[in-house]
């Protein structure tokens, strides 16, 4: 079982973004992870392409990409030009699921499946078999800082079991809501990467923050 752990640019300070992401480079992270939101998924618009492509271009970790976005399969391509190494796109976004996850997996990117608090771990049961890791959503995706969803230490530990059995290779990540209080309980529940934005950004001191969620 891995402790990973990926910070979320998204509560970043972006008038500081070489920065932030020198930081990062510098702390025991082991992914970034960039929210991409269009306003019509999530009632939220973050960022697009120019500022992925500005931290990809300094950062020494692989990218790890959130699509909070309608018809995420039209911007697969330039995802992978951007060197995004992990990309995941909403169940709830995608028609066409397994196609959309060959697609991304065809540009040499880790495929992800995000779910919504509200859709069950049993609506991977069919498709598990072709996702690299699947990221659970702690809180309602859309905004950082949000109260962690106390149920969503049983659908991991659901989402676990349907992995065991059907695709052992398969990660979980958990995005929202992560503190260095519950970090140990969701790595026990069975989560192999930690999103945290707030809790890394929003502290005095976001090296020790990155040490004391991965717990070493
Ligand atoms: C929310 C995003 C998260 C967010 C997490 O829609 O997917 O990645 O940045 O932020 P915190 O850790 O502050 O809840
Ligand atoms: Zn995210």
Redesign the pocket.
Known sequence: MSRFIAP?M??CDFGKLSREVDMVNRSQADYI?L?I?DGVF?P?ISFGFPVVSAIARESKKPLDA?L?IIEPDRYIENFSRMGISCLSIHYEASLHLHRSLQKIKSYGMKAGIALNPHTPASSLNDIIQEADFILV??????????N?IENSYRKISRIKEIINNQNPGCMIEV????TRENAPLLYDAGADIL??????F?SEDPLKAIKQIKGV
Not at 175 to 178: A, C, H, I, L, S
């Open positions: 979320s998204l509560s992870h929210d939101m999530v939220n959130h909070m959503m702690s809180v309602n995706p859309g905004f950082g800082g949000q962690f995005d929202g809501g992560v999103v945290a934005g707030n809790s890394v929003g």
